[in-house]
């Protein structure tokens, strides 16, 4: 096992993967449960179409800010790549193609939400449009979680390479790992029981403080004396 040894380089790359984290945190949730979450309801079209239309820009600017998080997340892929390949390569490599795969999926999947726009805007002339906009918005959701299968498996690498890094607490190796694990049993109840996601949503915020604690670890890295 290899232990990573801090340089200047090292630790300016670090406290910038950690800035790139904190926009995605920020980003990510802002426009989850901050701008698009208030305005759908998976449940009701016409209401969903008549919020989404009330606040356009709202919804727009979700979309924006996934996009935001998206081009961080594929800077990030490659910065934890470069930080960590020392400790274990072949580990390094497969974190950031799975977090890459990641990000392919949900930059991809916003083209299901501006398919709901350009249907609620009458962008496009279709029957039942405010029903089909609904579908849209469902399989962006899907979209979602389709993408976390692959960051579930990139969060258990991670654990594994902040664990044997030398330089975080093993702690932070734990929570990204249990990270992981709760992503990819949050996906697979999304596909494969359904009736049970909201039961287990309360466990994402498990991952979202996991997550935060090793971005701020991240932004507070110092050089050793």
């Given at each position: 096992m290899t232990e990573l040894v801090l340089?200047?380089?090292?630790?300016?790359?670090?406290r910038l993967a950690g800035l790139l984290y904190l926009i995605i945190i920020v980003a990510g949730l802002g426009a989850e449960l901050g701008l698009r979450g208030p305005l759908i309801d998976l449940a009701d079209a016409e209401t969903t179409a008549t919020a989404i239309l009330a606040a356009p820009g709202q919804f727009r600017l979700a979309i924006a800010a996934d996009?935001?998080?998206?081009?961080c997340d594929a800077g990030l892929a490659i910065l934890l790549y470069l930080i960590f390949r020392s400790v274990a390569p072949g580990l390094a490599l497969s974190?950031?193609?799975f977090r890459l795969i990641q990000t392919v999926l949900i930059a991809a999947n916003l083209m299901a939400m501006q398919a709901a726009w350009l249907l609620v805007s009458g962008g496009t002339e279709v029957a039942d449009a405010e029903a089909l906009a609904l579908v849209f918005l469902d399989l962006h959701g899907h979209g979602y979680d389709l993408g976390l299968v692959f960051f579930g498996v990139n969060s258990l690498i991670m654990g594994m390479l902040v664990w044997r890094s030398g330089v975080f607490a093993r702690a932070f190796g734990i929570g990204l790992a249990a990270a992981g694990l709760i992503y990819l049993t949050g996906s697979a109840l999304r596909f494969f029981a359904p009736d049970l996601s909201a039961a287990f949503a309360p466990a994402y915020g498990v991952t979202i403080l996991a997550e935060t604690a090793f971005c701020l670890r991240l932004l507070l890295q110092r050089a050793r004396p």
């Open positions: 340089n200047p380089g090292l630790v300016r790359q670090i996009l935001i998080m998206a081009l974190a950031m193609v």
